[in-house]
């Protein structure tokens, strides 16, 4: 399980013990799956794991397997280090499609045109929605800085659109590859 899935479930949990699908709802509510990567299904099993290693305590164990979990202050002072090491800690984002360009050379120029044109169509897709989505999740019960993330995206996406509208104008100048 990632660092950022765990953050997200004990971040979760703050507010107060839920199950399992509670937890997914609240990450759902926030849009995690899109800005965060995170699989849902694996969300189970790391309540699990994290009860096993002392950040969460089960407090319910219902009907139909449904697990209620609750932070520990171990668990608290856990989300607390990790949160503070993901402000502080400036990783590489890993995008398959640094891996696209990296082999650009090995398109003729028709077929990486192609592609160029059909990633710009959906960055610009992409980013008109982003802009349309700001506001929107407050409905569902999310915190207004949610929003911040919709804008940290967004601002990435136009980044590559800016690149790739650029790189297009390269390739048909035979200036790339």
């Known amino acids: 399980m990632s ?7 004990l971040g979760a949990l ?7 699908y509670g937890v997914r709802r609240r990450l759902e509510v926030m ?8 699989a849902f299904g694996s969300i189970y099993h790391g309540l699990s794991k994290m009860a096993d290693e002392g950040l969460l305590a089960v407090v319910e164990a219902g009907r139909g397997g449904k697990v209620v979990y609750e932070l520990t202050e171990h668990g608290r002072e856990e989300f607390h280090r990790m949160l503070l090491t993901a402000w502080h800690e400036v990783r590489p984002i890993v995008d398959p499609f640094q891996v696209a360009v990296t082999f650009m050379d090995r398109l003729d120029k028709q077929e990486l045109l192609q592609a160029l044109y059909s ?24 915190p207004q ?15 590559q659109l800016d690149w790739v509208e650029k790189a297009v104008e390269r390739v048909e100048a035979d200036e790339l590859p």
């Open 3 to 9: 660092a950022s899935t765990r953050i997200l479930i």
């Open 14 to 20: 703050l507010d107060g013990p839920m199950n399992g």
């Open 31 to 38: 849009g995690a799956d899109q800005w965060a990567n995170v």
């Open 119 to 142: 990633r710009m169509q959906q960055l610009r897709m992409s980013v008109e929605i982003l802009g349309h989505a700001m506001g929107a999740k407050q409905r569902f019960g999310a």
């Open 145 to 159: 800085h949610i929003d911040e993330n919709l804008r940290l995206n967004r601002s990435m996406v136009q980044a």
